[in-house]
């Protein structure tokens, strides 16, 4: 089966107070535990348990609209350091306590974070066919993700319409509705595109 989309997930934050939380040493709960194992922990699950809501969202949405290929993995995380890597990708405290360490505030100033992103997603670039597209599901707002994705991906980088005026926990609700009721998104090119809008109304309740 051919690869014709990708997605690419922003990263959540390490240095709340649920990662405090999760790498506490008296925590116990299950993924505090597998956390602290040999073997570390999914990537996608600890980033869900740090981000709640909208990571959850996001890795679901994914997941269930992805298109299986056994070339090119269909879902990539984006780290503070490390590049692109898988939700199945095994993590441990020392991992989340080097993506904490950048300050992704820096954009493009932040090399720690640009130069393995640059390299991994061209890497992905090759590995994926010429007329595939690529879905942020993250912010546009600011040329954080999309300035070193756009250089590589160019009118291929797709983002949700429907992202547009929405806050974080607006969005993650949105993608988990989606989900459930099998509807995907309509995808437009981040160039050129309004990447800031007028809030949309809530979501009635289902």
Known sequence: MTLKRVFLLSPARC???????????RAEFPL???LNQREGAP??????????LYFRGKLAYAQAFA???TAAQPVRIITTNRGLLSPE????????EAFASVDLSAGWGAAAFTEPLLRDATGL????????????LGSIATDKYVGPLTSIFGERLLFPRDFVGRGDMSRGGLMLRCVNEGRELEYVPVQNAVRH???PPKLSRP
Do not use: C, M, W, Y
């Open 125 to 136: 670039a090759r590995e994926i066919e010429s007329s595939a597209s690529v879905v942020l």
């Open 43 to 52: 990537l996608g699950d600890v980033f869900a348990f740090l981000s709640g």
């Open 89 to 96: 990708h095994r993590v441990r405290p020392p991992d989340l």
């Open 32 to 34: 505090a535990v597998q």
């Open 197 to 199: 809008g007028k809030r």
């Open 15 to 25: 240095d709340g107070r649920r990662a405090t939380t999760l790498l506490s040493t």
């Open 67 to 69: 298109t299986a290929n």
